[in-house]
């Protein structure tokens, strides 16, 4: 029932963890490795991107607990020297992490947290997940002192009482501090807890911003290829809003063997039943989708396969009409950048074919 309400949106992350009787961090290690439960972190519409992104030009910028476990979770949080702006982390952030590592230390844990093909998952206590946890921690809270500018609670003082008391009830005594410290300062917060912290910061005029747009925003220091894989990780946690790139699809089916039955495939599909024909501009990307997906997989079958998941994941409808004709009529969208002649060529002949056959079989089962 808990993991149910956050799920809908009805419990800000800081709730669940005290209902749980778990810090934060431990809340959003267990977010993430649940796969039925989805961490939300944005509504992902274009407004809401490209304020975030003006937002990372900021100088400074306040971090919450949440961002913070997740920089533990993807283990970045020794790079934070490397993004582009100052990290401001309120006091109070800090003593729970002083604080979980107390008690890690001293007292006997229910569990650790580990990582399982790829995904943090809690399991059963041994003494080297218990070295490994306290080593994590102990890491984490170095970095956050070495490389963060660390700031009391004085802005939420500045609070009305009744205000400040409801804040802190709701959202704990960490990110309150955050918000506070950025509305007082006129700066942005980063927080992967949506759609609560989300909601107030709007209220009152804070920008925010969460990982995904943190980490993009450090392409030039972090690298792609860092950051490419913790997009993968934050996908396969099911962090949501993640905008995924045609190159990191592909790069995931690669990673997945090219097996429309694989989890990460599947979750993939899943993903692009929501965006993939919503709007003429996805619908572009979609086919450009295809195209590569067609073009790289060593498998035609496979191919085929893949293909087909992804057409039935948007639906027929819309599949047949903004992406399968578009393809195999070679009418495509104007200034779309397409090798209209490349995609004339035999070996493209054949994707224009299935496309037509699929159009007409409702079930596409001979194409599986």
Request: charged content about 25%; overall charge positive.
């Amino acid at each position: 029932m808990l993991e149910n309400a956050y799920d809908t949106g009805q419990l800000a992350v800081h709730t669940m963890a005290i209902l749980a009787e778990k810090s934060v961090l431990e809340t959003m290690c267990h977010l993430a490795g649940n796969k039925n439960l989805t961490i939300w972190m944005a509504q992902g519409n274009e407004a809401e991107d490209k304020a975030a992104k003006a937002a990372t030009k900021c100088d400074s910028i306040v971090l919450d607990d949440t961002a913070v476990a997740t920089l533990l979770l993807l283990d970045l949080h020794h790079r934070i020297p490397e993004l582009p702006f100052r990290c401001i982390i309120p006091e109070a952030v800090v003593q729970d992490v002083r604080s979980l590592l107390h008690h890690r230390r001293k007292q006997k844990p229910y569990g650790y947290l580990a990582s399982v093909g790829g995904r943090f998952v809690f399991s059963k206590p041994s003494s080297e997940e218990k070295m490994w946890w306290v080593d994590r921690l102990e890491r984490l809270l170095t970095s956050l002192i070495s490389h963060c500018e660390i700031i009391g609670g004085q802005a939420t003082l500045d609070v009305p009482l009744i205000d400040r008391q409801k804040l802190i009830r709701n959202l704990g005594q960490g990110t309150t501090d955050a918000i506070t410290t950025a509305k007082k300062f006129n700066l942005p917060v980063w927080s992967d807890d949506f759609p609560v912290v989300a909601r107030i910061c709007e209220k009152n005029g804070i920008p925010r911003i969460w990982t995904q747009i943190a980490l993009e925003s450090a392409s030039s220091t972090l690298g792609d290829v860092v950051i490419d894989e913790a997009i993968k990780k934050l996908f396969a946690w099911k962090y949501h809003f993640i905008r995924l790139d045609l190159l990191l699809v592909i790069n995931i089916l690669q990673s997945a063997k090219w097996d429309s039955g694989h989890e990460d495939s599947q979750r993939l599909m899943d993903y692009l039943a929501v965006v993939g024909a919503n709007g003429a501009r996805n619908a572009i990307i979609s086919l450009q989708l295809i195209i590569c997906l067609w073009r790289m997989c060593p498998s035609q079958k496979k191919a085929r396969e893949l293909t087909v998941a992804f057409l039935e994941a948007v639906g027929r409808d819309a599949a047949i009409k903004m992406i399968a004709r578009p393809l195999y009529r070679l009418q495509f969208p104007a200034k779309s950048g397409f090798a209209y002649e490349e995609m004339k060529k035999p070996y493209f002949r054949s994707l224009r074919r299935m496309l037509r056959k699929w159009r007409s079989n409702p079930h596409a089962a001979i194409f599986r």
